[in-house]
């Protein structure tokens, strides 16, 4: 996967075929959306690009100003205000002779002869009731920033897919869910597909489990009725969706694994699985070296009921009958199972994984409020 350098953006970026609602990266004025382009793969920083303005040359001609070359501005802090349509934006190109300015969204416009035809595009898209006003609205989005015809995304369909550009119920193939307008369709394998799902992330870590969930095109039968392990309702095998690489029961719909509150918009295609930090090593088959303490810790099976003031390190509650750590050489003591929690823990708080930590690194549980081992962000 080929990354490329943004300017004013700290990270290298990648190519996608998705399309996304929302503002893009570079602050020009097109915040409708972005078919495709180049996003950031950054844990915590989200921000897509559209392939034009990641690409945006140092210097172009333009046909709306064609006596000089006009240059490319980068400026976020103060804005120019674009001489065609009046947005201000942060990217564009000037002319500093003529003081003329044109956003990248304008720049995309096709020069004034060909725009006699414009009505009659043929992707004009419907989005809601037909109004006249609306028509023309999306008209002039259509104009400047077209769907594509055709699209192809490797993750979700085998075969190139083409634009039905109007309204029509259908089931989306990639993720089950109804849709009622402007589907890609591949005609060969009556597959349709919501804008949204093109080019779904392929392999994911979502705060809801422990391990990769992998996108397949059709989940199948293996241990249906399938629950999905975000909203728990009932998964279709027919259609695509998430699977867990190590469970095989854990599966998720796609629409749920690619939630903001659920996935960290990170996809980890190509990266190497993150190492399990183990919580102790093995002194020998009674002792343990726990990362919590400094000294060895030894295991007891007799089952004793310690004195409800003793308790254990990690959890804060009472040694029952349960096998317990306790230390020679001072009063540390953990549960056994709590002396196994995971270094590492995914947990619906949060997009990022937490780490586990002792008290002494960190002070109270932000959900119960106890001074225990606490799990960090
Ligand atoms: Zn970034
Ligand atoms: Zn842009
Ligand atoms: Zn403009
Ligand atoms: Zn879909
Ligand atoms: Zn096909
Ligand atoms: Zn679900
Ligand atoms: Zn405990
Ligand atoms: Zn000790």
Known sequence: MEEIEVPRHEHPVRPFT????????AHCTDHERIYGGYRCNEPGCDKAFHKECAEALPEIINSFHPEHPLKL?????????????QHKFGIGYSCSLCDFHI???????PPPTENSCLHEHPLKLSHGEPSDSLEYDICGDCKTNPPPVCVVSSTTHEHQLHLVPRRMDFTCNACGTLGDRSPYFCLQCNFMIHRECIDLPRVININRHDHRISYTRRLGHGESPWKCGVCRKKVDGFYGAYASSKV??????????????????VELEGMPEEEVIAPFEVVDDTTIRHFSHD??????????????NIVCEACVFQI???YFYSCKNCDFILHEKCANLPRKK???CSNQPLTLETVSRAATCSLCDKQHFVILE
């Open 18 to 25: 998705r399309f996304l609602c929302g503002c893009c990266g």
């Open 73 to 85: 501005i980068l400026d976020y802090s103060c804005p120019n205000a674009c001489s065609l349509c």
């Open 103 to 109: 956003d990248l969204k304008c720049v995309r416009i």
């Open 248 to 265: 095989p029961s854990f599966v998720v719909h796609a629409r749920c694994a690619t939630r903001e509150d659920v996935w960290d918009n």
């Open 295 to 308: 000294h060895n810790l030894h295991i007891n099976k007799d089952g004793q009921i310690l004195h409800e």
């Open 320 to 322: 029952g009958s349960e």
């Open 346 to 348: 995914r947990h619906v």
